[in-house]
């Protein structure tokens, strides 16, 4: 595991200093960095401007190697919108060198990708926790709070049933602003949106995507959602002690299930849903058997069953 606390004033230093710690090989065991596929440097990447058509202004193809055997790839765009631009985040089977980033092999083929939407010329203190096979990306703007999950989920299946169960998730999707308030502007713990444009998309094993919601127009519809966000738990888990202190912390693995087909894909690798708790503050760090997690609540949102954790160690 390893995990990042720093400063950016822009977007672009924000990923440019997320992937230089990421293809750091210091900060992971030997030959579990993740890999710069493109550009050649993220220099390259820094030193690029914003298309003014476009609004482009950089592109980056990664590629962790899971428990070694692996190859996830993962891309990074940067678009901005005038006052606001957007961390784009897109999934691949593989990488060839002939394609845009739009359209290596395998990639989301939905009209929207998820993103981290932030407004311009704002500061912004930004955690980092990444292994092998995922990361997860938190950034605060003043008192909300942007998260994206990148990588493998841990998969309830033998290994050849479900290989590459990759899965990108925001906290909104192409065209949410970063001030939005509505259902649509909400991390990929209780994603929102509607038909295939939502916050959570995950890989499928026969290579399709498939959209990932429980907030929004007709929740369920999406076919996958998050447990145990979606039931509402404020009045449900807050119940199994009535003493409620910072020790009695009570933290559920954050699952996928599809609701075609009715079954469980899998959990979030390092995140908790936080119950048992009435005194939750974003930036608390908790300690669980010894180890640390760091709470965060779902963009702006104070609601009781809104907050969640993720590993710090």
């Known amino acids: 595991m390893a995990c990042l606390e720093f400063v950016a004033n822009n977007v672009k230093d924000l990923v440019k200093q997320s992937v230089e710690f990421l293809i750091d090989p210091n900060n992971f065991a030997p030959g579990m960095a993740w890999q710069l596929i493109y550009p050649a440097t993220v220099q390259v990447f820094a030193s690029e401007s914003y298309d003014l058509q476009s609004g482009i202004g950089g592109e980056i193809i990664l590629k962790g190697v899971g428990d070694g055997e692996d190859e996830i790839y993962i891309g990074i765009q ?8 957007d961390i784009r985040f897109n ?17 989301i083929y939905h009209n929207t990708l998820p993103i981290i939407p932030l407004a311009d010329n704002t500061r912004m203190t930004c955690w980092l926790s990444a292994n092998s096979s995922r990361f997860i990306l938190t950034v605060q703007m003043s008192t909300q709070y942007e998260c994206a999950y990148i990588g493998f989920v841990k998969t309830v299946s033998v290994e050849r049933q479900y290989p590459y169960p990759l899965v990108i998730g925001g906290s909104g999707y192409d065209g949410v602003g970063w001030s939005s308030t509505s259902d649509v502007h909400s991390t990929f713990i209780n994603p929102g949106g509607s038909g295939d444009d939502t916050t959570l998309r995950i890989r499928r094993p026969d290579g399709t995507w498939r959209a990932g919601q429980n907030k929004g127009g007709s929740p369920i519809a999406g ?10 738990p404020t009045n449900v888990l807050t119940v199994l002690d009535n003493n409620l202190t910072i020790e009695n912390v009570i933290m559920f693995p954050v699952l996928l299930y599809e609701c075609d087909q009715p ?36 963009v702006h949102r104070r609601d ?8 710090w160690f």
Not at 91 to 107: R, T
Not at 223 to 232: E, S, Y
Not at 304 to 311: G, K, L, S, V
């Open 78 to 85: 940067t678009k901005n919108k005038g006052e606001q631009t």
């Open 223 to 232: 076919k996958l959602c998050v447990w145990p966000q979606n039931t509402k």
């Open 263 to 298: 079954g469980i894909v899998g959990e979030f690798d390092g995140m908790y849903f936080i119950g048992n708790r009435e005194d939750l503050s974003s930036k608390d760090t908790l300690i669980h058997e010894g180890k640390p997690y760091k709470v965060f609540n779902n």
């Open 304 to 311: 009781n069953d809104e907050y969640f954790a993720f590993e």
């Open 91 to 107: 999934g691949y089977a593989g990488y060839d060198a002939g394609l845009e980033w739009v359209e290596q092999p395998g990639c």
